[in-house]
């Protein structure tokens, strides 16, 4: 081990204090240099400090899969496993084993159906949010690379800028003082001035400055790394999760009432045997429980999830689909989002304020107040007006450049001439230079009339200034600025920029502008993409503009946009919409969007956005423009429709089952077999776990949890289906109506001697086998109806669920047709039996649609407009012609 390697074990087990000695003692004790590090020392030094990120525990796949089993819907299904095997017997029946090994064996395919579908979107979420590493500017072998942060180690010469997060521990070098928020980190509200030399924390913010680093410490050995440490997990139960509690809640509930009914019933009143009573407590237990509830909701998430990141939209956190679906505004940033971000300068309207000086001149000065590297597109709309860039620094030394920041909104190089004398050239916005000019009164009245005529044909106005500095020092204040020209800069709007924010006001979704710009500016903007011009100064935000009379919430509501806007304004914009019950989205790109982006109920971080925004984000682009957003919102509609599809199925199969088995139970003392309730759940989850793929129409409006609308529905059809079973029973165990019109074996009791044992109990056996055909059958035809908007038989479903539904179903009709098993104590019916019930289910069938209009209507008043849509009228013409026909044919015919 030589010398390096041995000093290097030191630092790594924090034997030297790299935070306090001097930097010239830190790169000694580093065994580093100012020009950084090379490739080979780079591999040695991840050898003894490893990666630059916390170490993840690796959590045991036996425990995420037994983790599917330990939640309150399989505790019920556990307890009734436990009733099967330790309870269920006496009488003239052993042990029930068959049931008790079915609902392990439902459970077992449940978990493992959530377990393989789980891990795969965690692999591909994983692969998702790699893609959102952050990334490191650092100087390897000479050059300046963008590395992942992940591979920096001590020793590192790291550049950070404006709107950056530290990438690890660090030590300033030489340069201007840097404003950095470390308030994750040590709890300061207020961003605190690190100069040269002082240290820098992992995960902390670079508000404002620019400056080059030396890497102390990374990954464990950070501020950040020893801190996350001494943190314990915690959880945050999100609104998706209390849906999820709410809805499985009231499905146990309405188990626990029909049990208890049946209880008193069984028991109390009837005077029947025990196992008679446990096993008709196990069909409400097994049949009941939606237990695939948390893996198809979660499942269509993650899915989802995936779709959209590959339409441009990445997210960060998964419950962030359901309230982009529920979003009504979305507060748009103008430059590179509605606009190219391409800018360009039209040299013959440039104009000049100062003597001696010519558009060229104007030029110049501007270039030289703009970076040669690492430009924004300001910088290059500007040096590429020159014939040759390099011109910006022809014949002059650079002593210091001011970057820009959101607080002065301008840029400035510090530079000596040839004559040695020192300079300042500054650009920026007008207003900010206009304040700095010693002849502001004598000009304000002119810029502010050209700044007016450029913002009435779409451009805006970029400033330049030039100073002397007599005293030849960087840090001196300097003489009285001078205001050299204004330039004016064109940004095109993006060609589908109009046409998507139709489609988001289609589609209920109120877009407002939010920018930076004056407000002419952004009132002609908003005339071309057709989003109003009903826009104000941000003054109007803070009460200062006195002609606005109405109260701000109000005018933000109104409002189509908001010009002249600062960080500030837009976190208050976004404050005060969402106390008016608005569901808000915000898109940013920098350091200064990071609080609004925090507090939106959506924060989306635009393409090429800084780290700071994709830190406080909820959903990062990764392709630029508005249409990304609104394609965004309507699948995360569609997202959110197959969830609230599923659990308004749930509800209705928890209600039809309780309440049509103990209706049975109550009033004819009929038992249902616990095992067949088992068949119908495992045929009914294995169809259900597609709805996560399937074809849906997104909601034409915001769309949110509505857990009134998914009750009542739940409560109506479930009742409906329930009642319509027990008509089935009631028709085929006391009356001749299906033996006399179809032909079938009657099942009338009043046709068996039934105080014969073995007779009620083979004519028991033959009605349970029609009654889960008849139960399993529409049960899962009903999510036809409730993945529907409008007429279920007018919106195709998907090819996997329809393929699963007849897969299950054939299934189901076979058994029902040939099987007769001693153990689930059902016996065979026959084919034309099968034939008969489905006849009477696709009669059931047809009066769900317009019960789910009707619960629709009751609860909004607007349901009914999904009756009369265009097709439907269409449909229903076409089909009374095709009557009218038939009457014809049939006139003609007697």
């Known amino acids: 081990m030589d010398k390096t390697t041995i000093a290097l074990e030191a630092i790594s087990k924090e034997t030297v204090d790299l935070e306090n000695i001097p930097v010239e003692e830190v790169f000694e004790k580093l065994k580093c240099k100012k020009e950084g590090l090379s490739s080979d020392e780079v591999q040695t030094r991840l050898e ?69 579908e789980e891990n795969n979107a965690g692999n591909a979420a994983a692969a998702l949010m790699a893609r ?42 030489e340069g201007d003082p840097l404003k950095i928020d470390q308030s994750a980190l040590t709890g300061e509200s207020l961003p605190v001035t690190k100069y040269p030399g002082d240290g820098v924390y992992s995960g902390s913010t670079c508000k404002q400055g620019e400056i080059e680093a030396v890497v102390i410490a990374t990954g464990v050995h950070t501020f950040f790394g020893k ?103 979305l507060c748009s940033d103008k430059t590179g989002t509605l606009t190219l971000n391409k800018l360009t300068v039209d040299k013959n309207l440039i104009e000049v304020f100062a003597k001696d000086v010519d558009q060229d001149m104007v030029v110049l000065m501007a270039a030289r107040a703009s970076r040669l590297e690492n430009q924004d597109a300001i910088d290059t709309a500007i040096v590429s007006m020159l014939a040759d860039p390099k011109e910006a620094r022809a014949g002059i030394t650079e002593v210091h450049f001011l970057p820009f920041n959101p607080t002065d909104k301008r840029t400035a190089l510090t530079y000596i001439d040839k004559s040695g004398k ?6 920026g916005a007008p207003e900010q230079i206009l304040n700095l000019a010693w002849n502001k009164p004598e000009i304000e009245k002119r810029v502010h009339l050209i700044i007016a005529k450029f913002a009435e044909r779409g451009l805006r106005s970029l400033a330049v200034a030039r100073q002397e500095v007599p005293a030849g020092t960087k840090d001196n204040p300097g003489g009285p600025w001078e205001f050299v020209g204004l330039l004016p800069l064109f940004d095109p709007p993006r060609h589908d920029s109009a046409e998507t924010i139709r489609r988001a006001l289609d589609l209920g979704v109120s877009v407002k502008m939010i920018t930076g710009d004056q407000l002419a500016i952004a009132k002609e903007t908003g005339r071309r993409l057709g989003m109003g011009t009903n826009m104000y100064p941000s003054s109007s935000l803070l009460g200062e503009n006195k002609e606005i009379s109405f109260q701000v919430d109000e005018l933000i509501e109104k409002a189509d946009g908001f010009a002249g806007v600062f960080p500030e304004h837009k976190y208050e914009i976004v404050k005060r919409l969402q106390t ?29 956005s800084t780290d700071a925004a994709r830190s406080a984000s909820d959903i990062v682009l990764t392709e630029p423009g508005l249409s990304v957003i609104i394609s965004a919102v309507l699948t995360s509609r569609a997202i959110f429709q197959r969830m609230k599809n599923y659990t308004i199925y749930a509800v209705s199969i928890t209600i039809r089952i309780v309440l049509g088995f103990m209706l049975l139970n109550v009033f004819w003392k009929f038992s249902f077999p616990p095992f067949m309730v088992l068949i119908i759940a495992i045929l009914n989850d294995g169809t259900i776990m597609t709805i996560s793929k399937d074809r849906v129409k997104p909601s034409p409006v915001p769309d ?97 669920l329809v393929s699963a539904f007849i897969i299950a179903q054939l299934v189901a009709t076979t058994l029902s047709a040939v099987a007769t098993w001693e153990f689930a104590e059902i016996s065979k019916i026959g084919w034309k039996w099968t034939g008969v019930i489905w006849l009477y289910n696709v009669v059931t069938y047809m009066l769900l649609d317009p019960i789910k209009f009707a619960v629709r209507y009751a609860l909004s008043g607007r349901a009914w407009g999904l009756v009369y849509n265009k097709r439907v009228s269409e449909m229903i013409v076409k089909l009374s012609l095709g009557i009218t026909g038939l009457g014809i044919s049939l006139t003609s015919l007697h």
């Open 422 to 427: 020192m300079h300042r050239a500054s650009k």
């Open 48 to 116: 003894v400090f490893g990666y630059n990120k916390l170490e993840e525990k690796e959590e045991s796949k036996l425990l995420k899969f037994l983790g599917f089993m330990w939640n309150p819907l399989s505790w019920v299904m556990e307890a009734a496993a436990i009733m099967a095997i330790a309870i269920a017997h006496g009488g003239d029946k052993g042990w029930d084993y068959p049931d008790f090994l079915g609902i392990i064996a439902l459970l077992i395919i449940n978990s493992t159906i959530s377990f393989i």
């Open 580 to 608: 008016k019950k608005h569901i808000v989205g915000m898109t940013g790109d920098g350091v200064n969007d990071a609080p609004a982006l925090k507090i939106a109920d959506i924060g989306i971080a635009v393409a090429d």
């Open 227 to 329: 801190a996350a440490h001494l943190v314990e997990n915690t959880t945050h139960v999100g609104h998706f999760q209390q849906v999820l509690t709410a809805i499985g809640n009231f499905c146990i509930c309405s188990i626990a009432v029909g049990m208890f009914i049946e209880i008193v019933v069984i028991y109390g009143l009837q005077d029947r045997g025990f196992r008679d009573g446990v096993d008709n407590l196990l069909v409400l237990l097994i049949g009941g429980i939606p237990i695939a509830m948390p893996t198809v909701l979660s499942v269509t998430m993650a899915i989802g999830s995936h779709r959209l990141s590959q339409q441009g939209a990445i997210t960060k956190r998964m419950t962030a689909i359901e309230e982009m679906a529920g979003m009504d505004v």
């Open 704 to 800: 949110s949890w509505k857990l009134s609308e998914i009750f009542a529905t739940g409560i109506v059809i479930g009742s409906y289906l329930a009642i319509m079973t027990v008509i089935f029973f009631w028709m085929a165990y006391e009356t001749n109506f299906f033996a006399n019109h179809f032909g079938v074996k009657n099942f009338n009791k009043h046709h068996f001697n039934m105080s014969d044992h073995n007779v009620s109990k083979a004519l028991n056996r033959q009605l349970a086998s029609a009654l889960y055909l008849q139960v399993s059958t529409i049960s899962q035809a009903l999510i036809f109806v409730t993945r529907s908007r409008g007429w279920s038989m007018t919106e195709r479903p998907g090819l996997l």
């Open 132 to 173: 959102l590493a952050p990334k490191a500017k650092v100087l390897r072998d000479g050059k300046w690379n963008e590395e992942d942060a992940s591979v920096l180690v001590p020793g590192d010469i790291v550049s950070i800028k404006l709107g950056d997060i530290i990438p690890a521990d660090a030590r300033l070098l």
